[in-house]
Every structure is written in structure tokens, then in C-alpha cells.
């Protein structure tokens, strides 16, 4: 059985940072991509970033260069370092897995079809 718990939200300012932790169980993070996705209210649910097995990474345009996914292999989580936040980056934030033997892709994939498993998400609120 498959389960991922979100961590680290909370409330920041603007500029300010937050580190997102993905606690996995039932899968292992190094071995598949793994994705962290958001959805703010009345929108829809939009990748953030997605990181591949060999450490390869790719970002949504809106948060290149201020967010940043990792893994920590040996305590199987998943983490997203968000920096220089903005107003806009309010949003519940999941992360997700894929089910083992799917789809291949060229670039860890952005895509929610992408995904099997979801967390219950963490909320990050941004100030101005």
C-alpha cells in the first residue's frame, strides 16, 4: 500500500522560503519519478516539478530558479526547498507517485496522468 504524507507547510511572507517534505511508504522515491504538484482555490491542479530516478529534474517556468526538489534515498522522502516566495505560490501542495511499470518518459513528467498516488497535501500561504 501506497502512502505519502506531505509536510512543511505553513505561513511565510514574501521572499521568505519553505521546505516541503514527502514521506514515502510502499514505494521507493529513487526508484520511479516522483512529482509535486499545487492547486490554489478555483484553479486548477498544476506540476510544479518532477524528479527522475537518475536525479534529473524538470519545473514548472513559474518556479524556475526559486524551487528545488531533492530526495533523501535513505529516509525514502521527497522534498521541494521553495525560495523567494511569492503571493502566487499559495496553493495546496501534493506530492505524487507513479505506479511501478507505467509509462516511460523522456523528462520526469509535469502531467497529473502521469501520476498514481497522491498525498493529502500541505498548505503554504504567501503574504505580501
Known amino acids: 500500500q501506497v502512502q505519502l504524507v506531505e509536510s512543511g507547510g505553513g505561513s511565510v511572507q514574501a521572499g521568505g522560503s519553505l521546505r516541503l517534505s514527502c514521506a514515502a511508504s510502499?514505494?521507493?522515491?529513487?526508484?520511479?519519478?516522483m512529482g509535486w504538484f499545487r492547486q490554489a482555490p478555483g484553479k486548477e491542479r498544476e506540476g510544479v516539478g518532477a524528479i527522475d530516478s537518475d536525479g534529473s529534474a524538470t519545473y514548472a517556468d513559474s518556479v524556475k530558479g526559486r524551487f528545488t526538489i531533492s530526495r533523501h534515498n535513505a529516509k525514502n522522502t521527497l522534498y521541494l526547498q521553495m525560495n523567494s516566495l511569492k503571493p502566487e505560490d499559495s496553493a495546496m501542495y501534493y506530492c505524487a507517485a507513479p505506479a511501478p511499470g507505467g509509462a516511460w518518459y523522456l523528462s520526469p513528467p509535469l502531467g497529473e496522468s502521469a501520476y498514481n498516488y497522491w498525498g493529502q497535501g500541505t498548505q503554504v500561504t504567501v503574504s505580501s
Open positions: 510502499g514505494v521507493t522515491v529513487s526508484s520511479y519519478y
